[in-house]
């Protein structure tokens, strides 16, 4: 069984900053592309950020500049730094294996003054 356990998530001022972390079991995440999703309500799902096995990154442009993806594949986890945040960044975050359907039940982002 894999499983995949995001953490991190809270509620925070505009301009907070907040570090999401998924915990990955059941399967070695190091040959894998990993990745980062959210969804707000009533909204598609869209694709934050993904970092291959070899560590190259990606980023849509909404967040580029202010969130930053990592890994650490000795401890089987995955991070995602988030600085700057905006109202419109409120969703819930996804962490997966890439092109596997494989998802974290999330964790909710919440940015409001």
């Known amino acids: 069984q894999v499983q995949l356990v995001e953490s991190g998530g809270g509620l925070v001022q505009p301009g907070g900053s907040l570090r999401l972390s998924c915990a990955a079991s059941?399967?070695?995440?190091?040959?894998?592309?990993m990745g980062w999703y959210r969804q707000a309500p009533g909204k598609q799902r869209e694709a934050v950020a993904t970092?291959?096995?070899?560590?190259?990154?990606n980023y849509i442009d909404s967040v580029k500049g202010r969130f930053t993806i990592s890994r650490d594949n000795t401890k089987n986890m995955v991070y995602l730094q988030m600085n700057s945040l905006k109202p419109e960044d409120t969703a819930v975050y996804y962490c997966?294996?890439?092109?596997?359907?494989?998802w974290g039940r999330g964790t909710q982002v919440t940015v409001s003054s």
């Open positions: 970092i291959t096995s070899d560590g190259i990154t």
């Open positions: 997966t294996v890439e092109h596997h359907a494989i």
């Open positions: 059941g399967t070695i995440i190091g040959i894998y592309v």
